[in-house]
T-cell receptor, first 113, second 115 residues
Framework: QKEVEQNSGPLSVPEGAIASLNCTYS??????FFWYRQYSGKSPELIMS????GDKEDGRFTAQLNKASQYVSLLIRDSQPSDSATYLC?????????????FGRGTQLTVWP | SQTIHQWPATLVQPVGSPLSLECTVE??????LYWYRQAAGRGLQLLFY??????ISSEVPQNLSASRPQDRQFILSSKKLLLSDSGFYLC??????????????FGPGTRLTVL
């Protein structure tokens, strides 16, 4: 059973702060990692992909991957109220055919002005 | 660029009625296609996936079925809806060629309420 765990939150941060979202996964041979943002009532939107250990930055977003610890995180710098959403972590195993992803249940983030 | 469409956007159906949800992708060929369901307060559940016309794999046994009559068309069906079929149905696609970074992209979804 491949599991992806996220703290369900809600995580509440003030505007301008750094929001830190965490995700752990059980399958050691996982190879691809994704963060999706889902606004209430909308479909998930891919915001970050990371494939190797270390940090990957894209604007205000930084994804961090540590395969040894089976841990991936998403940092949102200078958080804005528009960042308020549920963030889904998704993982693809190396042995997974056809691009099957395993999703966490998501962390709800609220950024208050 | 690629675009994914789903319809209808919302649907209210009585228990026992049939269902047909449609998904189409533009701007790519031979994509991998996926149907997910997101029930209230729950995570994404993979229902079906397809690697080509007529090729369907099911993840969870249930009263739903899927078909892929054309390369970029994916249909989710049911002969008789249950109350437990209510949820947010999402279609997703992924490039089916190397190099593939396994990124999946979601359509806008169909919100189904079974009464």
């Amino acid at each position: 059973q491949k599991e992806v765990e996220q703290n369900s939150g809600p995580l509440s941060v003030p505007e301008g702060a750094i929001a830190s979202l965490n995700c752990t996964y059980s399958d050691r041979v996982s190879q691809s990692f994704f963060w999706y943002r889902q606004y209430s009532g909308k479909s998930p939107e891919l915001i970050m992909s990371i494939y190797s250990n270390g940090d990957k930055e894209d604007g205000r977003f930084t994804a961090q991957l540590n395969k040894a610890s089976q841990y991936v995180s998403l940092l949102i710098r200078d958080s804005q109220p528009s960042d308020s959403a549920t963030y889904l972590c998704a993982v693809k195993s190396r042995g997974s055919t056809l691009g099957r992803l395993y999703f966490g249940r998501g962390t709800q983030l609220t950024v208050w002005p | 660029s690629q675009t994914i469409h789903q319809w209808p956007a919302t649907l209210v159906q009585p228990v026992g009625s049939p269902l047909s949800l449609e998904c189409t992708v533009e701007g790519t060929s031979n994509p991998n296609l996926y149907w997910y369901r997101q029930a209230a307060g729950r995570g994404l559940q993979l229902l079906f996936y397809s690697v080509g016309i007529g090729q369907i794999s099911s993840e969870v046994p249930q009263n739903l079925s899927a078909s892929r009559p054309q390369d970029r068309q994916f249909i989710l069906s049911s002969k008789k809806l249950l109350l437990s079929d209510s949820g947010f149905y999402l279609c997703a696609w992924r490039e089916n060629r190397a190099p593939s970074y396994n990124e999946q992209f979601f359509g806008p979804g169909t919100r189904l309420t079974v009464l």
